[in-house]
């Protein structure tokens, strides 16, 4: 019965094995993948408003539902004051086809959105609209809010 408690478990030798090499590890740590994700969904998140065209209209109320797009459309906006612009930036009402037709990255199939602002002139939009007409454009859309139900 004089068996040591330091000698059992290990097959009675009484010694330690050294230099044994432990196997591969054939798990994935997923760790940094998550935190590269979360890093960038919190870009993506923080980006996504900055995407949309700067410049302050106050758009019309519609019922009309929202499209679907799958690619980002070249976009006139037409402010309070009268102003056009293509995208961000200011242009002259004589100045507007030419660079429309520069711009044409898919042909005159491209879908132009016209985002007036409720208080502009309805002539000075029909004036927009016949000049990208006039720029061989045909797929025009009017960019309008939706009527909010109260």
Do not use: C, W
């Not at 799958?70 to 004589?94: C, F, H, R, W």
Request: aromatic content about 4%; cysteine-free; charged content about 20%.
């Amino acid at each position: 019965m004089g068996m040591s408690v330091g000698m059992a478990g290990r097959g009675g030798r009484g010694h330690r094995r050294r230099g044994r090499h432990h196997g591969l590890m054939s798990e994935i740590n997923v760790t940094p993948m998550v935190d590269v994700m979360l890093v960038l969904l919190i870009i993506f998140m923080v980006a996504a408003p900055m995407l949309t065209v700067g410049v302050p209209v106050d758009l019309p109320d519609t019922q009309a539902k929202a499209m679907n797009a799958d690619t980002q459309p070249i976009t006139v906006s037409i402010d309070a004051a009268g102003k056009i612009y293509l995208q961000n930036t200011e242009i002259p009402m004589d100045d507007l086809v030419a660079k429309l037709q520069a711009i044409s990255k898919t042909g005159y199939d491209e879908r132009i959105f016209i985002r007036g602002d409720k208080s502009t002139d309805y002539g000075t939009a029909m004036k927009v609209m016949a000049r990208i007409n006039a720029a061989g454009y045909k797929n025009m859309g009017l960019v309008s809010l939706q009527e909010q139900d109260q």
